[in-house]
Each structure stands twice: as C-alpha cells, then as structure tokens.
C-alpha cells in the first residue's frame, strides 16, 4: 500500500483552459475527500464520496468544478474555463470505513498554477 | 455553525524545547473529536494526534501531547523535546460526531519553526 497518490503534482495553465486532477486512494478506503488549500490557510472542502456516491459538495463550489468516483476507486476532479482564483493546491484525502474516528490520510496534492 | 480558530499565524521554538500551540472551538455540541494534523513543507498532511470529547484524559503520542479543556472549549498540542523534524504547519481540526459524513472544520494553521 502506497498511500494516496496524486496526479499531476504541478499543472500550469492559460486561463480558460480545462483541468483534470486525478487521485487513487488507498485501497479498500471508501470515503474519499477533495479539498483545495491556498497559501498559509487550512484546507477547504470541496467535495465527499462515499464509495461512488459524491455524498456532499461544498456550496462553494462553482458548477465548472466537477468531481467522479466511478466504482468507487479513483476519482478525478475537473476545473473547467480555468480562473485566476482556481491557483491553488488541491488535496485529496481517503479514509477507512474502519476507521470510527474517521482519520484522513493524504496525498501529496495537485499545485495549479493559472496564467 | 461549529469553528476552529488558531490565534498564532507563527511560533519559533529552539531544538530539545517545549512548545505549545494553540486551538480554540466554537460549538454547542457534547460529543465530537478534535485532532492536530501536521503538514511538512512540500509533504502530505499527517495526522499526528487526536481526542475524543467524552475522554477526560488528556491524549499523548510519544512526544505529542494536547491539553484538552472542553469547558474552556480549548485544545493546545504541546511538542515536547522539539526536533528539525516537527518543523511544519499545524492544523487544528474538529469533527462532530454526529456529522455522517465526517467532515472536519480546519483551523488556518500555526507554522512552526524549530531553530537550530
């Protein structure tokens, strides 16, 4: 077991442009959370999968971010029509459904860079 | 709407010292858990310990250690004996207990520096 793993690390693009952050969670982890992390801030939730099913989504969120769990294994999050406000980390956390506590385990995260 | 509010941006400790960071909550609930999380520069974020509300004794990890004051609504995590490796942002995070989803609210982090 690898941990989770986070794909890209770095992205830059031109304004506008689509995005696609991949991340696979430890395995047999069912619940699965996207959060995005400016400089100096604590993270902030974007979305929640459980399994497959995306269980919440942050108000937050503009409809040009998308988020899939298919079967319940990976998930992608996709920023579409990029912003210079989207410049961020992006997190992903997975979490055991052992795990009464519910701890987070994290990937390294995706750093965007919008020009 | 429960928060977390962590008063330091910055705290400086030498090497082998003590030193305390702080967290303070807001929420109207009895039963939740509160945890620290630790976030090295360029690394992923770590859990390194947590509490739960209903347990009066105060949770240790090896040289972790917090101070929990629920009356006070107060959860400082002291580092004992402190190493260049503990240099990192610390997060402060709360979890109701009735929250299905397990969601936490974060603090924005304290960054601590260790001098050698």
């Known amino acids: 077991d690898t941990g989770v793993s986070q794909d890209p690390r770095h992205k830059i693009t031109k304004r506008g442009q689509n995005v696609t952050f991949r991340c696979d969670p430890i395995s047999e982890h069912n619940r699965l959370y996207w959060y995005r992390q400016t400089l100096g801030q604590g993270p902030e939730f974007l979305t929640y999968?459980?399994?497959?099913?995306?269980?919440?989504k942050s108000r937050l969120l503009s409809d040009r971010f998308s988020a899939e769990r298919p079967k319940g294994s990976f998930s992608t999050l996709e920023i579409q029509r990029t912003e210079q406000g989207d410049s961020a980390m992006y997190l992903c956390a997975s979490s055991p459904r052992t795990s009464s506590y519910g701890e987070l385990f994290f990937g390294e995260g995706s750093r965007l860079t919008v020009l | 709407a429960q928060t977390v509010t962590q008063s330091q941006p910055e705290m400086s400790v030498q090497e082998a010292e003590t030193v305390t960071l702080s967290c303070t909550y807001d929420?109207?609930?009895?039963?939740?858990?509160l945890f620290w999380y630790k976030q090295p520069p360029s690394r992923q974020m770590i859990l390194v310990i947590r509490q739960e509300a209903y347990k009066q004794q105060n949770a240790t990890e090896n040289r972790f250690s917090v101070n929990f004051q629920k009356a006070a609504k107060s959860f400082s995590l002291k580092i004992s004996d402190s190493q260049l490796g503990d240099a990192a942002m610390y997060f402060c995070?709360?979890?109701?207990?009735?929250?299905?989803?397990?969601?936490?609210?974060w603090g924005a982090g304290t960054k601590l520096i260790i001098k050698p």
């Open positions: 999968f459980q399994n497959e099913a995306q269980l919440e």
């Open positions: 995070a709360y979890r109701s207990r009735m929250d299905s989803n397990y969601q936490l609210i």
């Open positions: 929420t109207s609930e009895s039963d939740y858990y």
